[in-house]
């Protein structure tokens, strides 16, 4: 199976700032890559799919670029809102699987 | 809009079974992949299985396979998942949710709000 690496594990940061999450494939998943927000007690939220493809409602302060193995996702400014757990998930092959996850904190 | 609204979680004790079931509503069910995701408590996320919009298809995750199995009752608009030889490592909220690419295999969105099962002696 395709195992996702997430770094760094914890993002310290102020709101304002931006993020910059990294999301690592032991093989190619061309751009069959998906992230998602989740905030503590909530299920998850889709944010972006296909490697760049906003979700439907989902700000343009997040943006997501790669191919291949290698994946970002970018958060331009923080707003109080967006410290949670994201996560990089892909589909290219059977099964699924999720990346272990980025926390982004309140500094 | 779209919901799904997951029930039939609980505690169970190793080797029981449990059946897990997800009404969905506000979008055209029989058209749609869906798929079961989990988390273990304090844990990331773990997908389990899909199955195809007409139940036809379905994949797991290898160490599922063989004592889980996803079905669906189209004229329901209710997506299963029975459980059985439960391991306490099965302890987690499941989420049901729906392929959002609208084929077999898409992205996940949306998600449920999860129902927690505990295997536990």
Not at chain 2, 50 to 66: A, E, F, P, Q, V
Not at chain 2, 88 to 114: F, K, N
Request: net charge neutral; aromatic share 12%.
């Amino acid at each position: 199976e395709i195992v996702l690496t997430q770094s760094p594990a914890t993002l310290s940061l102020s709101p304002g700032e931006g993020a910059t999450l990294s999301c690592r494939a032991s093989q190619s998943v061309t751009s069959y890559l998906a992230w998602y927000q989740q905030k503590p007690g909530q299920a998850p939220r889709l944010l972006i799919y296909d490697a760049s493809n906003r979700a439907t409602g989902i700000p343009a302060r997040f943006s997501g670029r790669g191919s291949g193995t290698d994946f970002t996702l970018t958060i331009s400014s923080l707003e109080p809102e967006d410290f949670a757990v994201y996560y990089c998930q892909q589909r290219s092959n059977w099964p699924f699987t999720f990346g272990p996850g980025t926390t982004v904190d309140i500094k | 809009q779209v919901q799904l609204v997951e029930s039939g979680g609980g505690v169970v004790q190793p080797g029981r079974s449990l059946r897990l079931s997800c009404a969905a509503s506000g979008f055209t069910f029989n058209t749609y992949a869906m798929h079961w995701v989990r988390q273990a408590p304090g844990k990331g996320l773990e997908w389990v299985a899909i199955i195809s919009y007409d139940g036809r298809n379905n994949y797991y995750t290898d160490s599922m396979k063989g004592r889980f199995t996803i079905s669906r009752d189209n004229s329901k608009n209710t997506l299963y998942l029975q459980m059985n030889s439960l391991r306490v490592e099965d302890t987690a909220i499941y989420y049901c949710v729906r392929d959002g690419s609208g084929s077999y295999g898409g992205w996940l969105d949306p998600w449920g709000q999860g129902t927690l099962v505990t295997v536990s002696s």
